[in-house]
């Protein structure tokens, strides 16, 4: 079992839509949490960091944590074709030495 | 804020020749940087993790006498990659924990295109 595991899509959203990205971890000491976007050719960039149950919202972007159920989740709405990229979800392990990271969703903004 | 420079962003060097990236925290101080690999539609590789006045810790697999870690401050990391051959052509990306708070937060540099000829 991967430490950190997405479906690696692609996931296609019609533009305004809500687009739903997951994420499952294996480390159930893992106490942070994190959702990097990367565009192709490009280096990861952070959009949003979680660290306790329940939702965090950051304009059009909500993250959402379960850490009974080991699940992190990323929404964006009214998605926009510039939202297109991998997104990356990121947790750090119980030994908080290193950030574990999961191998990207493809999301594609169709017009 | 928590901004990370690399340099070079890209760089082709001959087959044998080695190489060396830097790593720069900008706006904040970072007593630790990571670094990463990346092969093109591959995700992330983390190489090596460089704590400030102390050696790397090396990944698994890594070999730490061909890629040369030093992380002489707490705003410099160097990646040395040594008698650089075609299979290290890759995306390598470092990224940074600003010391300043308890968030774990990694911050990405823009990372260096590497092409061994």
């Known amino acids: 079992q991967k430490e950190v595991e997405q479906n690696s899509g692609p996931l296609s959203v019609p533009e305004g839509a809500i687009a739903s990205l997951n994420c499952t971890y294996s480390?159930?000491?893992?106490?942070?949490f994190f959702w990097y976007r990367q565009y192709s050719g490009k280096s990861p960039e952070l959009i949003m960091s979680?660290?306790?149950?329940g939702d965090k919202e950051d304009g059009r972007f909500t993250a959402q944590l379960n850490k009974a159920s080991q699940y992190v989740s990323l929404l964006i709405r009214d998605s926009q074709p510039s939202d297109s990229a991998t997104y990356l979800c990121?947790?750090?392990?119980?030994?908080?030495?290193?950030?574990?990271f999961g191998s990207g969703t493809r999301l594609s903004i169709r017009p | 804020g928590a901004v990370v420079s690399q340099h070079p962003s890209w760089v082709i060097c001959k087959s044998g020749t080695s190489v060396k990236i830097e790593c720069r925290s900008l706006?904040?101080?970072?007593?630790?940087m990571f670094w990463y690999r990346q092969f093109p539609k591959q995700s992330l590789m983390l190489m090596a993790t460089s704590n400030e006045g102390s050696k790397a810790t090396y990944e698994q697999g890594v070999e730490k006498d061909k890629f040369l870690i030093n992380h002489a401050s707490l705003t410099l990391s160097t990646l040395t990659v040594t008698s650089a051959h075609p299979e290290d052509s890759s995306f390598y990306i470092c990224s940074a924990r600003d010391l300043s708070t308890d968030s774990y937060e990694q911050y990405f540099g823009p990372g260096t295109r590497l092409t061994v000829t």
């Open positions: 706006d904040f101080q970072a007593t630790t």
């Open positions: 979680i660290y306790s149950n």
């Open positions: 480390d159930r000491g893992s106490q942070s």
């Open positions: 990121a947790v750090l392990g119980s030994s908080a030495s290193k950030i574990i």
